[in-house]
């Protein structure tokens, strides 16, 4: 299967949506930016959203 993530259903911390700001900003895809946050794809673009943030699509 996947990688698995150990640090399952933890809240975001605000050290977290800075940095999920900083890389989105930066044009970085979905998979790039839950990997630097060791953060499922899947919880990643859910706080992007609640955050309001546009995360680049990977061609």
Known sequence: MGERFERHRQPWTADENTK??????KG???KAIAKALTRSEESTQAQAKVL????AKMR
């Open 20 to 25: 999920l700001h900083t890389l989105a900003a």
């Open 52 to 55: 309001k943030l546009k995360i």
């Open 28 to 30: 970085m895809g979905l």
